[in-house]
């Protein structure tokens, strides 16, 4: 799932299982149904929207049923072609549409609001029409991993709030509460969802992306991964910073799937961007954004999209730049 070219998904629908809350369902549906879309901060809205909500995970199953009652899936945007760019909250208040990125955002928001330690996952889902072995060349969707109680739990809140289906050659999102795919364990989204970066299975010996594919439905869990000590990756990540981070989790995400080099040429390709846009980057800056373009550049010939391919002769401008501005920067 790349924020330059965002690729969306046709959904399925598993069964697994549903946290007990203290209030009753119809409780906090009725309560989530009550608060309208009365500002465009979703800040604002979060105190109205969680008040109920006796702990941490019943706020976070309030934000869900208002997501459910008040957002729907995006379908027009959904059906255009080329890269679409992730709208921020406001957008999507204002419009009450969205997509996965943006359901996300919704989840996203809320823990940090509840100061929750939460991850939003990149990685693989099994769209409608999948064939088992079926290889992977992109991450298709994005989800998020949560931590209650010391323990992680996986939501997809798109997922959670319906399914897209075909109708009379039309593209239909039905409404309905999926609650398997809220607050879940990370080895039961397993059947349908799979992170790009095995660190974020939260498992030692996490599914290989040949046990994930092995199957239409569900996956062969006997199909394992290399020893990953999980808990010391995700410590170490959280002292660097933004830029060192995702680079980290999408050369991961590349050894684990070879056949899907685009994250990691999107990762290198933004931060050197991000990095030649700042008309007062040191040489040090320079000299990182120039490795990450030529890291960029290298893994191109191996990428089958074409979008992606674009981005060569761009990398070749960026490095050509930065080897002119470094002509006048001092040692």
Not at 24 to 32: G, T, Y
Not at 65 to 72: F, G, K, L, M
Not at 260 to 285: D, M, R
């Amino acid at each position: 799932m790349k924020q330059i070219l965002l690729i969306v998904i046709i959904l399925i629908v598993c069964k697994t299982g549903f946290a007990q809350s203290l209030n009753s369902d119809s409780v906090l549906i009725k309560h989530a149904n009550s608060i309208e879309i009365s500002t465009n901060d979703f800040s604002k809205l979060l105190p109205l929207i969680t008040a109920p909500g006796k702990n941490d995970e019943e706020k976070l199953i309030l934000v869900y049923y208002w997501v459910y009652n008040h957002i729907d899936f995006d379908t027009e945007r959904f059906l255009k072609t080329g890269s679409l760019q992730p709208m921020n909250i406001t957008e999507t208040l204002k419009s009450g549409k969205g997509m996965c990125y943006e359901y996300n955002d919704f989840v996203d928001a809320t823990c940090k609001y509840l100061k929750l330690t939460g991850y939003k996952i990149e990685g693989y889902v099994k769209f409608y029409g999948f064939t088992p072995g079926e290889t992977f060349t992109d991450n298709n969707h994005i989800w998020y991993a949560v931590s209650i109680d010391g323990n992680w739990k996986m939501i997809d809140l798109l997922w959670a709030c319906g399914t897209l289906s075909t109708k009379d050659n039309n593209f239909v999102f039905k409404k309905k509460l999926h609650k398997e795919y809220f607050m879940v364990n990370p080895e039961k989204f397993f059947d349908t969802h799979l992170p790009a970066d095995p660190v974020f299975q939260f498992n030692a010996n996490p599914l290989n992306i040949s046990g994930f594919i092995s199957k239409k439905e569900g996956a062969d869990t006997t199909q394992r991964y290399s020893y990953i000590n999980y808990a010391d990756s995700i410590n170490v990540m959280n002292k660097l910073d933004v830029r060192d981070r995702n680079v980290r989790s999408a050369v991961r995400a590349y050894a684990f799937n070879p056949e899907n080099p685009n994250q990691l040429i999107v990762i290198y390709y933004n931060n050197a961007v991000e990095l030649v846009n700042n008309s007062k980057a040191t040489k040090a800056q320079l000299l990182k954004a120039k490795n990450y373009f030529i890291q960029s550049k290298s893994l191109i010939p191996k990428s089958k999209d074409a979008n992606i391919k674009t981005l060569e002769s761009v990398c070749e401008q960026g490095i050509i730049s930065i080897d002119s501005r470094l002509k006048y920067i001092k040692s």
